[in-house]
Structures are given as structure tokens and as C-alpha cells.
């Protein structure tokens, strides 16, 4: 599935030292359960640059954070990036490991990138706000 993201390479991802570790470790556990999802978690991860929380840049996608963005033509759309365990969609809350929240990890606001569904179709995301975590989404 490495090809679900395929244009991200082009795009300079940050993410934080704790999120890397944390999903480094997450991704490695899925490979059983999910592995096309997995791989694709770890193949950002191998890329990242990564950085100490205080350096994390602001308007950069992480974990826990409420992303604005349009999907294509689409309306305008809010969601909230978390773990497997905690999402809900009927809460706007999108697990790092479906392929919406692999594309938008370590992304900043003004960026786009184009990703593939599951279901196969291609989909340009543009980011238009992103609000940092709450500090408890942070621990």
C-alpha cells in the first residue's frame, strides 16, 4: 500500500520525538492485524524529521490535533487525529491508522497531498487550520 501516499514523499514531515517513538511502536505492533496500514505508518516514520516537542513548529499536524481541511472538491471538513483505540467517527475522530490519518501526520497548514482511500480513489487533501492537542490529548 506504500503507493497510498505516494506523492508525501515530495512533502517535508515533522513529527514530535514522543509521537515518533509512540507510533513507531504502534505501527510495529498492527503489522499483524493491519499490515498495508502499518507499513505505511512506519514508511513516514523512517522519513520524518523529527523534533523535540519545543521545537515542533506551530500549524504542524500531530497527534491530537483538530485539522480544518477540503478533501477535492468537497465541503470543508474537521477532524481530530488519534489513536487506534480512541476514534469515533461519529465524533470527528480519525485513528492514525487508516490511510486519512497517515496522510496528515507531520503535514502543516497551507500544504496539500494527494492519497489514495481505501477503496482506491485518489484524493487531494488540503490543510487549511491546524489546532494544536489539548494537553490532555498530549499524554
Not at 24 to 37: H, V
Amino acid at each position: 500500500m506504500r503507493e497510498a501516499t505516494r506523492h508525501r514523499e515530495q512533502l517535508d514531515i515533522i513529527v514530535s520525538a514522543v509521537d515518533h517513538d509512540r507510533l513507531t511502536s504502534l505501527a510495529r505492533t498492527a503489522l499483524d492485524r493491519l499490515p498495508d496500514m502499518a507499513d505505511e505508518l512506519l514508511s513516514e516514520m523512517d522519513r520524518a524529521t523529527i523534533a523535540s516537542a519545543d521545537a515542533m513548529p506551530a500549524g504542524v499536524v500531530r497527534m491530537g490535533s483538530t485539522v480544518t481541511f477540503r478533501n477535492g472538491g468537497e465541503d470543508t471538513k474537521r477532524i481530530t487525529l488519534v489513536y487506534p483505540g480512541q476514534a469515533d467517527i461519529a465524533e470527528n475522530k480519525i485513528s492514525i491508522l487508516t490511510p486519512l490519518g497517515t496522510a496528515l501526520i507531520g503535514l502543516a497548514a497551507g500544504q496539500s497531498v494527494v492519497w489514495k482511500t481505501r477503496d482506491g480513489k485518489e484524493r487531494v487533501l488540503d490543510i487549511a487550520e491546524v489546532e494544536p492537542p489539548s494537553l490532555d490529548a498530549q499524554s
